[in-house]
């Protein structure tokens, strides 16, 4: 018997740009098809308009590689390089088009909030539902029941709806299902940067229990520390092709070494623009201290982070925060909006605002540091996460420690408030050589 968890030949996804899939009903396509010969002949202008072949980009292109049973793999790459794609593809979620994945083994995945859950199902059903998915029978599903409830935490709204639940509440019952349903597979990717530290925590815990256990992890991460403290092997993707396969931390130090790739500024079309309900984000940008936009920031005056965005509705709240990474992708520090007295909780009427975020000089030592926004309104559901939006590096103008021509350790560098002061008397008998 092959000891081959995952099978994966020339798998690759194309995308056409601009084009949209209807979902209608089967008297609508027919309508549609009826329909066009009499819209073109009584049109004003009788001459066809030429049919232009939309764009396509590949996302994943030509990807192969093979994962055995109880081993650990970590997916890397920078945005964009398609990493979730990939997850998707072997997760049966989107279908690839060209290649194959060979799956031996019952997969849990945990790829985006609510993924696999019913939203008018409460968590007691969709608990049932997900089991019933994975093949189990009711009796396996019973006996681990308590443990998902309490490892998430949510027994008081069990019996809830879950399309009521917090997005942090989805991330920790869907962890607790994908961990707790005893998959051979368990597929994870950057969704557990939702939940607090103490229950990143827990499910890192987790994931080691389960990889422990003799199961296959198939996991995606911009924290490159739990990457290589949970995964022995890496695969890193570089605009849809595998750049580089190998050992965890060959791989890590590689990818570290070459994503020097800063990015100051992004800009969404309308179409585009991430956001929620409430309100859209235009653009995010990286400004030094002069208000100019910057791939970097002297360590001595730091910078700036503006978000522009756009309230559509009206007496609407815009909450974000800022998350700082160093560059393995471990968190430094994060800050809310809320620190503004005068902003927090207010109701914005519709229009354009800009909200900034000072990022204050002698707090980062040099290196290359990302950004990730998060923005949410007054319910925590409205909640979305923009990772790694702004990249860039801070450089040592020589202003704190001048006398010092060593490295600095450590990511972060603050100017700390030091006294010296003289003690009255001295100490005697003071047995010196």
């Not at 996804?13 to 027919?30: A, C, E, F, N, P």
């Not at 942090?168 to 994908?178: C, D, E, N, P, Q």
């Given at each position: ?20 899939v ?8 027919i ?8 819209r073109?002949l ?9 049919t ?17 049973q ?18 998707k ?16 083994g019952?997969?849990?995945?945990l ?37 998902i409830?309490?490892f998430?935490?949510v027994e ?13 509440m ?8 994908a ?12 969704v557990?940067?939702?939940g ?20 296959t ?15 022995s ?44 309900r ?6 995010i ?16 005056k ?24 160093d ?8 800050s ?25 000089g002698?707090?980062?030592g ?8 998060i ?5 925590w ?12 590096t ?18 972060l560098?603050?100017?700390l ?17």
């Amino acid at each position: 018997m092959s000891d081959i968890a995952i099978r994966a030949e020339n798998l690759g996804k194309l995308y056409r740009l601009g084009q949209t899939v209807g979902y209608g009903t089967l008297r609508d396509s027919i309508t549609n098809v009826m329909a066009t010969p009499f819209r073109w002949l009584f049109s004003k202008n009788h001459t066809r308009p030429e049919t232009k072949k939309p764009a396509s980009i590949w996302v994943l292109k030509d990807v192969s590689f093979e994962v055995r049973q109880g081993e650990a793999l970590a997916i890397i790459g920078g945005n964009g390089a398609g990493k979730s794609t990939l997850l998707k593809i072997l997760s049966r979620i989107t279908t690839p088009t060209t290649g194959y994945a060979e799956i031996h083994g019952r997969v849990g995945s945990l790829l985006e909030i609510g993924t696999g859950f019913h939203p008018e199902l409460s968590g007691r059903e969709n608990i049932y539902f997900n089991g019933s998915v994975l093949g189990m029978k009711r009796n396996e599903i019973k006996r681990v029941f308590d443990q998902i409830v309490d490892f998430a935490g949510v027994e008081k709204f069990i019996d809830t709806p879950v399309k009521r639940y917090s997005s942090g509440m989805y991330v920790r019952l869907g962890f607790a299902i994908a961990a707790h349903l005893e998959p051979e597979i368990m597929i994870v990717d950057e969704v557990l940067a939702v939940g607090d530290v103490a229950f990143q925590k827990k499910c890192m815990g987790k994931m080691g229990d389960v990889a422990n256990s003799g199961r296959t992890i198939l996991f995606v991460s911009h924290n490159m520390a739990a990457v290589r403290k949970l995964c022995s092997r890496a695969i890193l993707l570089n605009h849809g092709l595998v750049e580089m396969d190998g050992n965890i931390s060959e791989v890590v130090q590689h990818y570290l070494e070459t994503d020097r790739e800063t990015s100051s500024r992004i800009v969404w079309s309308i179409g585009q623009r991430p956001g929620n309900r409430s309100f859209k984000i235009n653009s995010i940008t990286l400004k030094n201290v002069d208000g100019i936009i910057s791939t970097s920031v002297e360590i001595s005056k730091g910078g700036y982070v503006e978000i522009d965005f756009e309230v559509i509705e009206e007496k609407s709240q815009a909450i974000f925060a800022l998350i700082l990474h160093d560059a393995e992708g471990n968190n430094l520090f994060e800050s809310f909006s809320n620190t503004e007295l005068d902003y927090y909780g207010k109701p914005l009427s519709c229009g354009r605002y800009v909200i900034s975020c000072r990022l204050q000089g002698n707090i980062l030592g040099a290196g290359n540091f990302s950004v990730t926004i998060i923005g949410t309104s007054a319910q925590w559901s409205e909640y979305f996460r923009l990772e790694g939006v702004l990249s860039f590096t801070a450089i040592d103008d020589g202003v704190l420690g001048r006398d010092y021509y060593g490295t600095y350790l450590g990511a972060l560098r603050p100017k700390l408030e030091w006294n010296t002061r003289m003690l009255r008397g001295i100490i005697k008998n003071d047995n010196r050589n």
